[in-house]
């Protein structure tokens, strides 16, 4: 089967930085990405990583370590808009069709 | 702008009524999808569609119908077999090739009165 696990939540202070993880299970895998979720909104991709690294995108980024089946969004400055809910998602041939499959979500909640 | 609407915002339906939620999108994706939301939880695939005159049951399909008759839309029913159907509904669409991001509509409440 499959399955990805991510914290249900984490609490950060306004200005630091944080990591939330991601580790799955799955065969064949080609991708994870990452999707960010306001309260009452809809999810807004944030990145893709199908090779292994860290991809920067302004205050985000994405690492992704395929030996090991995990993953990472690092957010940096944090503001208090950054809290929200974060989404992992893999890539999967094995997902009839090629469709993702999201995780349950980390809440990021931000101290000031 | 492209993007995707999905309407109503909000939704009321009286126990056995079928609803159905509209889903429009003008970014030519090929491929569209119905998740379904419950507080806390993450997203649980109703039906997706990657052609038109043609979709696919996701994990939780039992209650819910769609239709695909034009690439610009992908409507979703939710029936009255559908005995807990309170939940936030989110419409997505994507490229099938080079594309690894979903779109997102801004999603429809529906809560039985």
């Known amino acids: 089967g499959q399955s990805l696990e991510q914290p249900s939540e984490v609490t950060a202070v306004e200005g630091a930085i944080v990591q939330i993880n991601c580790t799955y299970q799955?065969?064949?895998?080609?991708?994870l990405s990452w999707y960010q979720q306001h309260d009452g909104g809809a999810p807004t991709f944030l990145s893709y990583?199908?090779?292994?690294g860290l991809e920067e995108t302004g205050r985000f980024s994405s690492f992704l370590s395929r030996s090991d089946s995990y993953g990472y969004l690092l957010l940096q400055e944090l503001q208090m808009k950054d809290s929200a809910s974060y989404f992992c998602a893999v890539y999967s041939s094995m997902n009839r069709d090629d469709k993702i499959i999201f995780g349950k979500g980390t809440r990021l909640h931000i101290l000031p | 702008d492209g993007g995707i609407t999905q309407s109503p915002k909000y939704l009321f339906r009286k126990e056995g009524q079928n609803v159905t939620l509209s889903c429009e999108q003008n970014l030519n994706h090929d491929a569209m999808y119905w998740y379904r939301q419950d507080p806390g939880q993450g997203l649980r695939l109703i039906y997706y569609s990657q052609i038109v005159n043609d979709f696919q049951k996701g994990d939780i399909a039992e209650g819910y119908s769609v239709s695909r008759e034009k690439k610009e839309s992908f409507p979703l029913t939710v029936t009255s077999a559908q005995k807990n159907p309170t939940a936030f509904y989110l419409c997505?669409?994507?490229?099938?090739?080079?594309?690894?991001?979903?779109?997102f509509g801004s999603g429809t409440r529906l809560t039985v009165v």
């Open positions: 799955t065969s064949g895998f080609y991708g």
């Open positions: 990583n199908a090779l292994d």
């Open positions: 997505a669409s994507s490229m099938l090739q080079g594309n690894y991001g979903y779109t």
